[in-house]
């Protein structure tokens, strides 16, 4: 049977086209027969051709072309330069001293690498994208579900000041139907009486006329002249028309409506993580999500015991510190510092002073100690078993707000003793690591002059933030003191007063909460500045905060001096 026209496949010869395929060129992928092996070795003299029966095709190696010298195949590798060589590179300088293996040793490895390759693409790397792509679709659908609720807020609004427009219209309308009411019963009393003098005067003069006609003399002699009367004509009623004068429409109508905060689109090259099967630190590390509640609620009250260093003076508390999920730390214008079982609400420790003095601020370090600050001892102050240790003390300065950082650092805001300079410095131990005190112009980052109140803390993404009293602002820097936004307050504060800033603390979401003294709020901010959310529950003159572990807030109430425990997210 002829196989060209048998009904299984044949494989031809490539270069006479008619016999039956028995051999294979490995070096030019060629598959020959018998009779064409010959012509097809002097067809191309220089190629090392390999001809092998087509059965054992493929098991000669093709070895790469040297890109440097031509018609040269690359048998050696170059292991410093990772590349394939030929003979002549390997004699040339260029590799000298370099690590020369067979080409034929490296495949494997290189093959291994490419399944591994392979495998983290298949497994790890494209799920992942699949989940960051799930992730982006998600928050485009929540983006537009917000962003409708947002125009939904502002159309509501917009009704509401429709009506309240529309109220006051009608209350202007109102006044101006009554003034006119007013006016036209004036006149129209004032015209009753011309008319009825009009009709006296027409009777006078029929009654005069009859007596001038008559013949009867004594008629025209009874006649009593009358005309005078008339001649006192009635008063002009000189109207005054109100005048409506429509307030200006400016920008201040917008900001009385409300403005909108700007919106962000930033990148953050942390914010996604390589899915893995493994648990990691890397994972262990990023918290969950959590979302403000609508209504945040109290859940306990703490009622605290001050006891003012002069008797004269009305005792306050200022500070408020979580030691754990447990306990807190507090302190106010009093000599002691006291610890509180947050659930019991008793007192579980007391610790005086070392100078007699009410401490500025107060905070715990990772380890659980507490650490104060004396404003008039001028030093910084750490207490460890009950035992209070002196761990800076300034000269020129004075010690206000502190706290304690992530990785274990001080930072300490203080003010000159001529109260003209303002800054912040990162201490470790006793040693001065940092300043900052300056933006990129030169100018002063926080406000000076005496009677100002500052209070610190670091974010979770180690910017350190700081509420400024005086200036009215949240200020706050990256870890390298370059500044990053002001915060000066939102325009619908609960009590429409200005913002007067004092406590400062942030959460595992990176949100920044601070303590509205004169609007007897919390404003809760993201970590570029942006406002989200006002924490009101009944709060009255808040200074200190705090949070524990679990996001809940703490807040020090100055007169009352109680510590709330708020519970703001989900």
């Known amino acids: 049977m002829d196989p060209r026209t048998s009904a299984q496949d044949v494989m031809q010869c490539d270069l006479c086209e008619t016999a039956v395929v028995q051999m294979h060129c490995d070096t030019c992928l060629v598959n020959l027969c018998t009779a064409c092996v010959g012509k097809h070795m002097i067809s191309d003299e220089s190629k090392d051709h390999k001809v092998v029966k087509f059965q054992l095709r493929k098991s000669t190696p093709l070895y790469p072309g040297c890109t440097t010298h031509d018609k040269e195949r690359c048998e050696m590798f170059c292991n410093q330069c990772d590349i394939p060589v030929c003979t002549s590179c390997v004699a040339s300088d260029k590799h000298l001293g370099h690590k020369i293996l067979k080409v034929l040793q490296v495949p494997d490895e290189r093959r291994n690498k490419i399944k591994k390759n392979v495998t983290e693409l298949n497994e790890t790397i494209y799920p992942t994208y699949q989940d960051i792509a799930s992730d982006v679709q ?234 104060y600050t004396d404003i008039n001892d001028r030093t910084v102050n750490i207490v460890k078993n009950k035992k209070i240790e002196e761990v800076i003390r300034l000269q020129n300065w004075r010690p206000d707000g502190v706290c304690s950082t992530s990785s274990g650092d001080l930072l300490v805001i203080m003010e000159s003793n001529d109260y003209k300079q303002t800054k912040v410095v990162r201490y470790s131990g006793s040693t001065e690591k940092q300043t900052i005190q300056f933006d990129d112009k030169g100018k002063p980052l926080y406000s000076s002059g005496s009677y100002k109140k500052f209070y610190i803390t670091e974010n979770r993404n180690l910017d350190i933030c700081v509420s400024d009293g005086g200036a009215k602002a949240i200020v706050v820097v990256n870890q390298a003191g370059k500044l990053r936004f002001r915060y000066t307050g939102h325009t619908a504060a609960p009590k429409n007063r200005s913002f007067i800033p004092l406590g400062i603390t942030t959460d595992s979401q990176s949100h920044i909460l601070t303590a509205d003294y004169n609007n007897h709020c919390i404003h809760i901010i993201d970590q570029d500045g942006q406002f989200l959310r006002y924490i009101d529950c009944g709060l009255r003159l808040p200074q200190g905060l705090c949070t524990d572990t679990n996001d809940n807030l703490f807040v020090a109430q100055q007169s009352n001096k109680q510590v709330k425990k708020i519970k703001y997210l989900h």
Not at 181 to 209: C, F, G, H, V, W
Not at 248 to 254: C, G, K
Not at 271 to 297: C, F, H, I, N, R
Request: aromatic share 6%; glycine share 4%; net charge negative.
């Open 138 to 371: 998600n928050r485009m659908s929540q983006l537009e579900k917000e962003y409708g609720d947002l125009s939904t807020a502002i159309t509501k609004h917009g009704e509401d000041w429709h009506r309240e427009i529309d109220k006051v219209v009608q209350k202007l309308k109102a006044e101006v139907d009554e003034m006119k009411n007013t006016q036209l019963q004036t006149l129209q009393k004032q015209l009753d009486e011309i008319n009825k003098t009009m009709s006296d005067i027409k009777d006078e003069i029929d009654s005069l006329e009859m007596a001038t006609d008559n013949n009867d003399l004594s008629k025209l002699f009874s006649v009593t002249l009358s005309v005078h009367l008339y001649r006192n004509l009635p008063n002009k009623m000189i109207l005054s028309l109100p005048k409506f004068m429509p307030g200006t429409i400016h920008e201040e109508l917008v900001k009385l409506f409300g403005v909108l905060s700007t919106s962000s689109l930033t990148s953050d090259k942390h914010g996604y993580k390589m899915k893995t099967t493994q648990k990691s630190p890397e994972a262990g590390s990023s918290p969950p999500v959590k979302q403000l509640l609508d209504q945040p609620e109290t859940v306990t009250t703490i009622k605290i015991d001050i006891q003012a260093v002069y008797s004269l003076i009305s005792s306050q508390l200022y500070n408020v510190a979580c030691l754990s999920d447990e306990e807190i730390w507090t302190s106010g214008n009093g000599y002691t510092m006291k610890l509180y079982s947050i659930n019991q609400g008793s007192l579980l420790k007391l610790i005086k002073t070392k100078s007699g003095n009410s401490p500025e601020d107060i905070a715990v370090t990772k380890s659980g100690d507490l650490v």
